[in-house]
């Protein structure tokens, strides 16, 4: 069974730091693409970043280019999210999704985590 | 841009169907597979509907997903509701190295 568990959420002030992990299980982790998708307090769901199973293709959503980088470490089956200058638009549940696939470009997720909940305030 | 926009809200009675619209704008629906996810409060999201009309093992049948080009629209269809389908849904597609997601639909289920 895919499992995936995220961490790492919490109280930040503006311009602040936060790294998120989403440790996974269930699954040969290295051959699948994975992502990060947010939900603003009573928005909608809104992609953020994705990362090939081989960490050689990363994508970024405009909102969030040159502040956050996504990677991942193969060997402890775990993806990470750094999110530096963070912004109170920022404020949001951080959700890991995996894809069917070890490109991000299959385009859809087939697992999601319980999320974690990132909030920008000072 | 790729757009997609669903109704805010829907509600209908236990035992009957619903159906669930995402129209596409700025491009063809059609172009790329829609995808659909069931948000629960208090739960991670699961996938009802991929590649526009494939079910996961595991959601029952009684959720389908279609397309129609002609008013670059998908569809989200859920047969027989239970109080337990009451929940928020978004389409979603892929565009040009963007996962788009449409702005969710909150079904009430009364």
């Known amino acids: 069974e895919v499992q995936l568990l995220e961490s790492g959420g919490g109280l930040v002030q503006p311009g602040g730091s936060l790294r998120l992990s989403c440790a996974a299980s269930?699954?040969?982790?290295?051959?699948?693409?994975m992502n990060w998708v947010r939900q603003a307090p009573g928005k909608g769901l809104e992609w953020v970043l994705s990362?090939?199973?081989?960490?050689?293709?990363?994508y970024y959503a405009d909102s969030v280019k040159g502040r956050f980088t996504i990677s991942r470490d193969n060997s402890k089956n775990t993806l990470y999210l750094q999110m530096n200058s963070l912004r109170a638009e920022d404020t949001a549940i951080y959700y890991c999704?995996?894809?069917?696939?070890?490109?991000?470009?299959?385009?859809?997720?087939?697992?999601w985590g319980q999320g974690t909940l990132v909030t920008v305030s000072s | 841009n790729f757009m997609l926009t669903q109704p805010h809200s829907v509600s209908e009675s236990p035992g009957k169907t619903v159906t669930i619209s995402c129209t596409g704008s700025g491009g063809s629906i059609a172009s790329n597979y829609v995808h659909w996810y069931q948000l629960r409060p208090g739960s991670a999201p699961t996938t009802v509907i991929h590649e526009n009309h494939q079910r996961p093992s595991g959601v029952p049948d009684r959720f389908s997903g279609s397309m129609d080009k002609s008013s670059n629209s998908a569809f989200l269809t859920i047969s027989g509701l239970k109080t337990e389908d009451e929940a928020d849904y978004y389409c979603q597609s892929y565009y040009s190295t963007n996962w788009v997601f449409g702005g969710g639909t909150k079904l009430t289920v009364l």
């Open positions: 990362i090939s199973g081989s960490a050689t293709s990363t």
């Open positions: 999704a995996k894809a069917p696939g070890s490109y991000p470009e299959y385009g859809w997720f087939d697992s």
């Open positions: 269930g699954f040969t982790f290295g051959s699948y693409a």
